[in-house]
């Protein structure tokens, strides 16, 4: 190859580069999501659970009665914003740790139920305390949480229904106070 060819190619001035690292809603998010696991891996070490975990466990924290439809692997990858696949191998590492199990629906054997066992609510019931404490100090470090969460869900495509609460947050509350505090 000769040395013309090698150089015949069109450059990105750098001026874009510097664009795109400053102003990129994508590289920003990314970012934003990098730190914010990290930050809630590290919270949850002690109960020996991840982030990605501890949200797969809390998507199958449901009561078993009418008007709540069962956790089926499609609705739980659904609401994970994830791939049936990864949901698949997230499954395995708990069910193999006792703190979920499969059951195959009554009518329809190829649709898969998810339920937590008693040891995954154990877990979960110390997990959301420090859950908890971790998304308060979070969210005292933004401007407004609930803004950010609309705009998350906006960009997710997910509607921003909002949080189930015994109570509506008092004046200058958070969401994640009012249900972590219901009296």
């Known amino acids: 190859m000769s040395t013309s060819s090698r150089n015949n190619f069109q450059l990105v001035p750098f001026t874009t580069t510097l664009l795109v690292r400053d102003t990129c809603l994508c590289l920003h998010v990314q970012r934003a999501a ?23 466990l809390m998507s199958l924290n449901r009561p078993k009665m009418p008007g709540i439809p069962p956790a089926t692997m499609s609705s739980v990858a659904q609401l994970l914003g994830m791939d049936r696949t990864t949901l698949t191998a997230a499954v395995k590492t708990l069910a193999a740790r006792s703190l979920l199990e499969l059951h195959p629906d009554a009518l329809d054997r190829r649709v898969r139920h998810l339920r937590l ?37 906006t960009l997710s495509g997910q509607s921003a229904a909002p949080c189930a609460t015994s109570r509506p947050p008092a004046a200058g509350e958070s969401i994640t106070s009012a249900i972590a505090n219901p009296s």
């Open 34 to 56: 990098r730190a914010l696991a990290r930050h809630f891996d590290t919270a949850l070490k002690p109960v020996g659970l991840t982030n990605g975990q501890f949200s797969l």
């Open 117 to 153: 066992t008693p040891a995954g609510h154990d877990l979960l019931a110390k997990a959301v305390p420090i859950w908890t404490a971790t998304h308060a100090e979070v969210e005292r470090g933004l401007r407004s949480p609930d803004q950010l969460r609309a705009d998350l869900s």
